[in-house]
């Protein structure tokens, strides 16, 4: 019956060959395992591009709450068109964009999302990043980390039961490496308004490299520099990634040429090089003991890091400051 | 004018008794002049004062703004509770905050944070943590030395009220709530709520007849907290700070503090029995980590014991 009530909120997980890692991810996202939540409220749109290893469409099924499964045939290496593809299904007011199917999360993601959203609904709502393991993946073969060693991390910490227990077999994700209290990268959990996407004209298609480039900092960045937004962090959450031999989040000598020229496809498409959008961010959140050890981390490098800024006399959330500007100038054209 | 004929979103109560000049400091802190991202229609601040003979008085009250209302009253028992529940009955706000203790003034984002709260859930309880200015608590800096003089000159070091998160800067955290951000604590000195909320809780105990209301500020938000479908939103990036005044718990000398201190214990004991205890609620923490708290929010995660 819930399916005939519009959802607030639809997610987008994209998955491309990562059949264990995504279903892990669709789990994570099922209302048995999210805490508080009415299934009602949201239903979770899974696009895959087809490789040798799909996803199992009746395993899908069988999770509790709306999952819609669309797999499609994608000629480019790119998520974009997917992303696309999957904006079109969504029906909730509000959106969630997984741009890597093989991040799972927390069980509190999306009652807190839902929570930002009552509170302000131009809020852009961005869960911390980890990876599991001791070390960032791009090093897994350098430190022996392997799928079977993953496999073996969650038994130990009895997921899928103990959701938060992931936070007790991560580390800090690259896109987030410096905390969860200074500005990110870029976030592969995120929600905002349909509106919000819309206006940023959703997926850039031109972000033609393999996994998609820097789209995802790019939607990041253009989210986070709406006038209206908000930055709402959930640093009691997080999204945990599993390895699956993804484009720069496993090891690879080519690394280094694969990061240039996707920097080199952001300049050609924005004109300029990418920085992280430096926005002061509103803490949402009711910490559970494992994810106090990385709030102690966060707090103490943000201590730093306003050090730093104080004694160079810059602001340290300087976008902040243009985005109030275009406010303004916005309610100037408004007024006339 | 204006703002006093909208119906206002949230009215703090603030008692005053014997402190004019904190008062008025902690008038400015709750004006928009020093409020961010609020104006003067979304709230209103319901001066109760209690007769003394050092008074704030209408014109330097009415001065902090217009959304200020106050009233004078004449009160024969030397307790702030009945002022509160006058000041409560008198609020035209769906939501009402209580300040029990006029000396304390707030940070800038207080108001602004407390209507977010409200937004995201109206049933909710919202406090912040409290503090006292000086870098120890006040009831053992008195001991020291430590006067009104004093805490002027720490105002002046940090040139409040220029930026008033710098309070953090010269303080520490009260003993009621130096268990951190991450527990309920014991109280606070803005306890803020629906005004259905209110009404079910039938205000502030009136039992609580005693110096300073005793412990009726506890009672309260232990009641409030422990209510059910009441969820706990902790402004922890901002606060209540404490200015010295001579109040009966935190400015009078040891051995007639440790009398008072007695006679308040017996009387809680007498309204609430044996159990006491702080509220076993976990917030849900709402705010901005800005600099001037971090190191609060580091000592807090100290006292974070695995669940």
Known sequence: MSEQRQPLLSIIVIAYDMQRQALNTLRSLACDYQQDVDAADYEVIVVENRSARTLDAQAIAALPGNFRYFLRDEPGVSPAAAINFAFAQARGRYIGLLIDGARMVTPGVIRHTLMAFRMNEQALVAVPGFHLGEHDQQFHLTNGYSEASEIGLLQSVDWPRNGYGLFDVACWSPGNARGALQPFMECNCLFASAECFREIGQADERFQCPGGGMLNLDIYRRLAMLPATQLVVLAGEGSFHQLHGGVTTSESGRREQILQRQQEEYLAIRGQPYHSPTLEPLLLGQFKWPATRFLERSAEWAQKRFQRFANDGRDPFADERIKRESLQTQGHVADH | ?307
Request: with cysteine; net charge neutral.
């Open chain 2, 1 to 307: 004018m204006l703002s006093l004929l909208r119906r206002p979103k949230l009215s703090i109560v603030l008692i005053v008794y014997k402190m004019p000049d904190q008062a008025e400091r902690t008038l400015h802190s709750l004006s928009v002049r020093y409020q961010h991202g609020v104006r003067e229609s979304d709230y209103e601040v319901i001066v109760v004062e209690n007769h003394s003979d050092r008074l704030l008085g209408a014109a330097r009250a009415l001065a902090q703004g217009g959304n200020v209302r106050y009233h004078h009253r004449q009160e024969t028992e030397r307790t702030p509770v009945h002022a509160i529940n006058f000041g409560a009955s008198v609020a035209r706000g769906s939501h009402l905050a209580i300040m029990i203790d006029g000396a304390r003034m707030v940070t800038p984002g207080v108001i602004r944070g407390a209507l977010d709260a409200f937004r995201l859930e109206p049933h909710a309880a919202v406090s912040a943590p409290g503090y006292h200015i000086g870098h120890k608590l006040q009831q053992v800096a008195v001991n020291e030395g430590y006067n009104e003089e004093v805490e002027a000159g720490l105002l002046r070091q940090i040139n409040w009220p220029e930026n008033g998160y710098r309070l953090f800067d010269i303080a520490v955290l009260s003993g009621s709530c130096r268990g951190g951000f991450f527990q309920a604590n014991y109280e606070s000195n803005f306890i803020a709520m629906s005004r259905r909320k209110w009404r079910q809780l039938g205000g502030v105990n009136p039992r609580y007849n005693d110096f300073g209301g005793g412990n009726a500020n506890l009672d309260l938000y232990k009641r409030l907290l422990e209510s059910p479908d009441t969820p706990f939103y902790l402004l922890y990036s901002e606060g209540s700070f404490h200015q010295f005044h001579g109040g009966v718990t935190t400015g009078t000398l040891k051995e007639e503090r440790e009398r008072v201190y007695k006679q308040l214990d017996d009387q809680d004991r007498e309204i609430r029995g044996d159990d006491r205890s702080p509220p076993s609620v976990r917030p849900i923490l709402l705010g901005s980590p800005h600099p001037h708290v971090l190191r609060f929010l580091e000592h807090s995660l100290t006292q974070v014991r695995p669940q």
